[in-house]
């Protein structure tokens, strides 16, 4: 019974301690907020980065253009050909009179004048590859097949963009891990500032005889308060601004452009995730600032 009662005692101490230093708390809390605000939101853009890549990953497909002079057997046993190459998942074959219909709703109807026997466009199998690392590979065993013409998939743009974007992801990568250190040494020196103010109170308390737990608890728990408020208010602003992007590309474009994470229940991630940090963060920096006072 003792020990509960000296934890809810050094629980209520701590949060009684938030409030004798007014600004030095709302000073911890608020460089503790903008770093878990950069944490949380690097994450979020991690997270749709991802999106995107997965989204072009999956929209990239061979087109093999079939040549004119094949005849439906031949067609045939092109498909069967490519089916059992390896690493294929998926084949559709398409016409040159649907080719020609997606050219004229995207380009325009001056584009009907090559109906009929004027269409110049091939009969085109669409190939689906098992992953987006074979599409080399894949391609180069279509080439080789007969009455395969014209094999492509946009692969300068296509592996521009993935390489772009894989940089972009280490990159955050390494500015979060960057942040995450930063909010270690942040907190530290903020909750240093709280323990100067107190140094008087905690060297009565070792006059008495108090045990460094005993010191060391209320300023733990204090921490962990101002990590646990801090997370709270930057999980609100990254709800609203994240939200409020949402409706301004929309606004702004008229479409959703970008498929973004849906908001729930990723908010609830993040919100838990900072909640975690927070609190993990506000107990590491405020025992690495009272370590030193309790060495004397």
């Keep these: 019974?003792?020990?509960?009662?000296?934890?809810?005692?050094?629980?209520?101490?701590?949060?009684?301690?938030?409030?004798?230093?007014?600004?030095?708390?709302?000073?911890?809390?608020?460089?503790?907020?903008?770093?878990?605000?950069?944490?949380?939101?690097?994450?979020?853009?991690?997270?749709?980065?991802?999106?995107?890549?997965?989204?072009?990953?999956?929209?990239?497909?061979?087109?093999?253009?079939?040549?004119?002079?094949?005849?439906?057997?031949?067609?045939?046993?092109?498909?069967?050909?490519?089916?059992?190459?390896?690493?294929?998942?998926?084949?559709?074959?398409?016409?040159?009179?649907?080719?020609?219909?997606?050219?004229?709703?995207?380009?325009?109807?001056?584009?009907?004048?090559?109906?009929?026997?004027?269409?110049?466009?091939?009969?085109?199998?669409?190939?689906?590859?098992?992953?987006?690392?074979?599409?080399?590979?894949v391609t180069n065993q279509i080439s080789e097949l007969p009455y395969a013409v014209d094999v492509t998939y946009g692969e300068i743009d296509t592996q521009n963009l993935l390489s772009t974007l894989e940089i972009v992801r280490v990159v955050f990568a390494l500015i979060a891990a960057v942040l995450v250190v930063i909010a270690v040494a942040l907190i530290s020196n903020t909750i240093k500032l709280t323990i100067y103010a107190r140094q008087t109170e905690i060297e009565i308390m070792r006059l008495v005889g108090a045990q460094n737990s005993y010191i060391r608890a209320p300023f733990t728990y204090e921490g962990a308060f101002i990590g646990l408020i801090s997370s709270i208010f930057a999980s609100i602003l990254l709800y609203g601004a994240y939200e409020g992007m949402q409706s301004a590309t929309v606004e702004i474009t008229g479409v959703q452009v970008i498929a973004f994470t849906p908001t729930t229940p990723f908010i609830y991630y993040i919100a838990a995730g900072l909640m975690l940090i927070g609190i993990i963060l506000g107990v590491i920096g405020a025992r690495r600032s009272i370590k030193r006072f309790l060495k004397f």
């Design 1 to 137: 019974m003792r020990v509960i009662r000296n934890f809810f005692r050094q629980l209520r101490n701590g949060f009684r301690n938030l409030f004798r230093n007014g600004w030095m708390t709302a000073a911890s809390i608020l460089t503790m907020t903008v770093t878990l605000l950069m944490v949380g939101g690097l994450v979020m853009l991690l997270s749709n980065v991802d999106n995107i890549t997965r989204d072009i990953e999956e929209g990239v497909q061979i087109r093999a253009h079939i040549d004119l002079a094949a005849d439906e057997q031949d067609e045939e046993t092109l498909r069967q050909s490519i089916e059992e190459l390896e690493y294929v998942s998926d084949i559709t074959y398409r016409t040159k009179e649907e080719e020609l219909e997606d050219l004229i709703s995207s380009v325009g109807e001056e584009f009907a004048l090559f109906s009929d026997d004027a269409n110049p466009l091939f009969n085109v199998f669409v190939v689906s590859v098992e992953d987006t690392q074979y599409l080399d590979t």
